[in-house]
């Protein structure tokens, strides 16, 4: 693998993590410190998103988002990592070592703990949320899978997701009365809720094409890695922004047993992808000298 290879690859791990940290914060604040009444209509200014699982993947997103406190939120996105990890064994038909397996079950069991005591639980949130990991889960790998076909590239999906599904997005939210309460909403006479918002579709595009470009140069399980590491800064802010996390000490351990499992799942996962890209280097210098040695 060439240093430019190697450079696109983290570069885009490291983009797709800030835009999904950033984006994350954005959209707390105007959903509920600004109280924003419509996080489909807030999609719709996002919508550069493989067409229904991107619309599933930013609405149900957004109502997690504002429905739960972002360490609960963080929290529960892990399961997508479990997600990911089962499509890419039946889709890509790819396997796992048992360390990677056993510290995605104990994230598992983190986010478990946590939630048996999220003195401010939500029904709703929580449906949305699990939901998200799906949508996520399904979306990280058909983009993978969909970036193999000749022809498509990046721009390619970025430009016919947004072409097919802004119409039928638009329609939902019209008739769900969405639509209305965004355009009544009266913080659009505020200049800060504008730029926050106007910050926020900005960043929804941009987001999309982190990940695009990061699915591209990485793996599908790489991209959710990725996440997984962000989503440590996420939380621990997150106690502080929005106000609607409520402190408990299980809660707390939880959290952090979930996090401190998803750190060692990244570490595992990157360090067996260094590992099997070393040993695939030595044997094609044989196969060269082989082959040249035969010549």
């Not at 996105?77 to 360390?99: C, H, Q, V």
């Not at 994230?107 to 709703?124: K, M, R, T």
Request: with cysteine; hydrophobic share 50%.
């Amino acid at each position: 693998m060439t240093l430019n290879v190697r450079l696109m690859k983290f570069v885009s791990a490291v983009f797709y993590a800030f835009c999904s940290f950033f984006i994350i914060v954005v959209n707390k604040s105007i959903l509920t410190e600004y109280k924003f009444p419509s996080f489909m209509f807030l999609g719709i200014g996002q919508i550069f998103p493989l067409p229904l699982l991107y619309m599933g993947n930013h609405v149900t997103g957004l109502g997690g988002t504002k429905k739960l406190s972002l360490p609960m939120f963080t929290v529960l996105r892990k399961f997508t990592i479990l997600i990911t990890m089962i499509m890419e064994f039946r889709i890509l038909r790819k396997s796992f070592a048992p360390p990677l397996v056993c510290s995605v079950l104990a994230i598992v069991v983190g986010a478990l703990v946590a939630a048996s005591s999220d003195l401010s639980f939500n029904a709703e949130g929580y449906t949305f949320v699990l939901l998200n990991d799906v949508f996520t889960a399904a979306s990280g790998v058909y983009t993978k899978k969909k970036l193999g076909m000749e022809g498509l590239g990046k721009y390619g999906v970025l430009f016919y997701n947004a072409f097919i599904i802004i119409i039928p997005t638009v329609l939902a939210s019209a008739y769900t009365g969405d639509l209305q309460k965004a355009l009544t909403f009266e913080g659009w006479m505020s200049v800060t809720f504008i730029f926050h918002f106007l910050l926020s579709c900005v960043m929804g595009f941009i987001l999309m094409y982190s990940i695009i470009l990061c699915s591209f140069y990485n793996t599908a399980l790489t991209t959710t890695v990725v996440g997984a590491i962000k989503n440590v800064a996420v939380m621990y802010i997150g106690m502080f922004i929005g106000g609607d996390y409520i402190f408990s000490w299980t809660n707390f351990i939880g959290l952090n047993i979930c996090i401190s499992a998803a750190l060692i799942y990244s570490y595992i996962t990157f360090h067996s992808s260094v590992s099997s890209e070393s040993s695939v280097k030595p044997a094609e210098d044989t196969l060269s000298a082989h082959i040249t040695e035969k010549t």
